[in-house]
Each structure stands twice: as structure tokens, then as C-alpha cells.
Antibody, heavy 116, light 112 residues
Framework: EVQLVESGGGLVQPGGSLRLSCAAS????????MDWVRQAPGKGLELIGR??????????HYAASVKGRFTVSRDDSKSSLFLQMNSLKSEDTAVYYC???????WGQGTLVMVSS | DVVMTQSPLSLPVTLGQPASISCRSS???????????LTWFQQRPGQSPRRLIY???NRDSGVPDRFSGSGSGTDFTLKISRVEAEDVGIYYC?????????FGQGTKLEIK
């Protein structure tokens, strides 16, 4: 059974940083592109970052809303995905999902609140 | 970015009746490999999104056959042949052809 379990969410002040983690199991993690998708309270879905697999040089792609502030990385030896979030703004408040959108795998999400 | 426009945004449906959601893209979703990467997700209250349909019309394992997807190019539809109580939630279309992949605004299905 595929499982994606996010951790690391919480309350952070504007301008602060936070690092989210995602532990994957039940599939060959290293073969897959992986995504971070967020959902602001009561709002829709936004795919904010993607990292390819080793075959495609671990290339990263970002939405304009987070480019230059957020960094996606992975550790295939630990089947883990990460999201480093810097210079956080109030509009970054959302549930953050670890996902392989292309194959329909989603985690349960972790809530990030940016507030003073 | 490719804009995905869903209609209606609110869909009250009587149990046992059909339902239909439209999704239109601002650009063609046909990829260079010939495939069309249009996906439908269901998000039940308090849950993560669940993929229902991929590549326009392919139903995921475990998805009831009352769900079907169709369309081509820029115009797509999700149909539910007979709505059941467990279908309540928000439905999103998403294009995976162009980066960034983008979602529609969501259609909230409720029981009338």
C-alpha cells in the first residue's frame, strides 16, 4: 500500500522558515517524480513544486508564487521528500500535501500557519 | 499559465440523478507524445484529494463505474451517472500537460 506521510508543519512568524518532510513507502520512490501541492483554507489546489528522478537529474520546477523562496529536495536512500520554505508570508498559510500527482498518490497533508 | 475553468462551481443534485461537470482549458492539453493529461480528483470533506480519472477517460482502480470522463483538446467533462451520498465533496480537474500543472477552481457537489 502506498503511503505518504508529511511532517514538520506548524506556526511560524512572517519572514521565518520551515522545513517539511514526507516519508514514502509502498512503492519504488526513487523512480518517481514527486510534488508538493498546497491548499489555503477554504481554497483550491496549487501545485507549487516538483522534483524529477535521478534519470532526469533531479530537476526541480516551481510555481511563480514560491520561486526563489521554496526549495524541493529528496533523499532516495531514505525514500523521503523535503520542502524548505524561507521568507514565509501570510499567504503561504495552507495545508501542504506531498504527492505524486501523476500517479494519484497523496499524503494526508500538514498545516503551515504563517502569522505573528 | 494554463487556466482551467470549471462549471458549475456549485452542483446540487438529487440522489440517484445524474451530474455533469465541465472543465475547459485555455490551451490544448495534447502533449507532444500524443497523450492528453487531464485528470479529475475528488476531495471529500476533511480528506486529501483522490484521483478518479486520468488521461481524460481512464478510471482509477476502485472508482465506481458510475464515474466517467470524456473530452478532447480544451473541453472535458466528468459525469456521474447516478449520484450517491458518498459522492458529496469538491471535484477538481487538473492539467498535467504544461508546467506549472494547474487545477480548476473546484465544483462543490451537494445533495439536494
Amino acid at each position: 500500500e502506498v503511503q505518504l506521510v508529511e511532517s514538520g508543519g506548524g506556526l511560524v512568524q512572517p519572514g521565518g522558515s520551515l522545513r517539511l518532510s514526507c516519508a514514502a513507502s509502498g512503492f519504488t520512490f526513487s523512480d518517481h517524480y514527486m510534488d508538493w501541492v498546497r491548499q489555503a483554507p477554504g481554497k483550491g489546489l496549487e501545485l507549487i513544486g516538483r522534483i524529477t528522478n535521478k534519470a532526469y537529474s533531479y530537476t526541480t520546477h516551481y510555481a511563480a508564487s514560491v520561486k526563489g523562496r521554496f526549495t524541493v529536495s529528496r533523499d532516495d536512500s531514505k525514500s523521503s521528500l523535503f520542502l524548505q520554505m524561507n521568507s514565509l508570508k501570510s499567504e503561504d498559510t495552507a495545508v501542504y500535501y506531498c504527492a505524486d500527482v501523476g500517479r494519484g498518490y497523496w499524503g494526508q497533508g500538514t498545516l503551515v500557519m504563517v502569522s505573528s | 499559465d494554463v487556466v482551467m475553468t470549471q462549471s458549475p462551481l456549485s452542483l446540487p443534485v438529487t440522489l440517484g440523478q445524474p451530474a455533469s461537470i465541465s472543465c475547459r482549458s485555455s490551451q490544448s492539453l495534447v502533449f507532444s507524445d500524443g497523450n492528453t493529461y487531464l485528470t479529475w480528483f475528488q476531495q471529500r470533506p476533511g480528506q486529501s484529494p483522490r484521483r478518479l480519472i486520468y488521461e481524460v477517460s481512464n478510471r482509477d482502480s476502485g472508482v465506481p463505474d458510475r464515474f466517467s470522463g470524456s473530452g478532447s483538446g480544451t473541453d472535458f467533462t466528468l459525469k456521474i451517472s447516478r449520484v450517491e451520498a458518498e459522492d458529496v465533496g469538491i471535484y477538481y480537474c487538473m492539467q498535467g500537460t504544461h508546467w506549472p500543472n494547474t487545477f480548476g477552481q473546484g465544483t462543490k457537489l451537494e445533495i439536494k
